[in-house]
T-cell receptor, first 117, second 110 residues
Framework: ETGVTQTPRHLVMGMTNKKSLKCEQH?????MYWYKQSAKKPLELMFV???????ENNSVPSRFSPECPNSSHLFLHLHTLQPEDSALYLC????????????????FGNGTRLTVT | DAKTTQPTSMDCAEGRAANLPCNHS???????VYWYRQIHSQGPQYIIH???NNETNEMASLIITEDRKSSTLILPHATLRDTAVYYC???????????FGAGTILRVKS
């Protein structure tokens, strides 16, 4: 149990579908993140939220739309994806973004394995 | 952004210490060194972090050289369950980003 729960664990969707990934953290953290991990590539930061406000969008295409209704929940809405978007999508949380120059460690979920057909 | 260099892979015998090196020669004075690992089919797991001093916790020890240009993660008694990809990361200044590289594949063998 990592304290960060992602659902579903696996998702197969067509390019015209609309789906959403869900992340929930039970750690009382204030910051949440979406990362993408493609095959044989390093993890890529997508979005950062702090106290429900988006603080970072790492040039992510608009077909990925994040939503953070509260500090415990984070969603990634998917629309008209491409096959190259198939990847492991990881959610993470941390206590804060930056406390006196010190980043609190990230706690990751086990990800959603997305396949776009 | 400080970048890190790690060996692509390493092997370690079960029960022995695993020493994973990392070079970060362009690190800035206020940047921390973080270590994470990722076991197959799981999300990355935080291990340890440090700024200047050596650090130890229940999982590992972190040795940072005096000039801070390199560090070593030490797993004192490696087990088969420690087989994973180990990432050495330097926090990007003035950003929430943790930039992951390719990491080191550690294989613990019986």
């Amino acid at each position: 149990e990592t304290g960060v729960t992602q659902t579903p664990r696996h998702l197969v969707m067509g390019m015209t579908n609309k789906k959403s990934l869900k992340c929930e953290q039970h750690l009382g953290h204030n910051a949440m993140y979406w990362y993408k991990q493609s095959a044989k590539k390093p993890l890529e930061l997508m979005f950062v939220y702090n106290f429900k406000e988006q603080t970072e969008n790492n040039s992510v295409p608009s077909r990925f739309s994040p939503e953070c209704p509260n500090s415990s929940h984070l969603f990634l809405h998917l629309h008209t994806l491409q096959p190259e978007d198939s990847a492991l999508y990881l959610c993470a949380s941390s206590q804060d973004l930056d406390v006196g120059g010190y980043n609190s460690p990230l706690h990751f979920g086990n990800g959603t394995r997305l396949t776009v057909t | 952004d400080a970048k890190t260099t790690q060996p692509t892979s390493m092997d370690c015998a079960e029960g022995r210490a695993a020493n994973l090196p990392c070079n970060h020669s362009t690190i800035s004075g206020n940047e921390y060194v973080y270590w994470y690992r990722q076991i197959h089919s799981q999300g990355p797991q935080y291990i340890i972090h440090g700024l200047k001093n050596n650090e130890t916790n229940e999982m590992a020890s972190l040795i940072i050289t005096e000039d801070r240009k390199s560090s070593t993660l030490i797993l004192p008694h490696a087990t088969l369950r420690d087989t994973a990809v180990y990432y050495c990361i330097v926090r990007v200044a003035a950003s929430a980003k943790l930039v992951f590289g390719a990491g080191t594949i550690l294989r613990v063998k019986s």
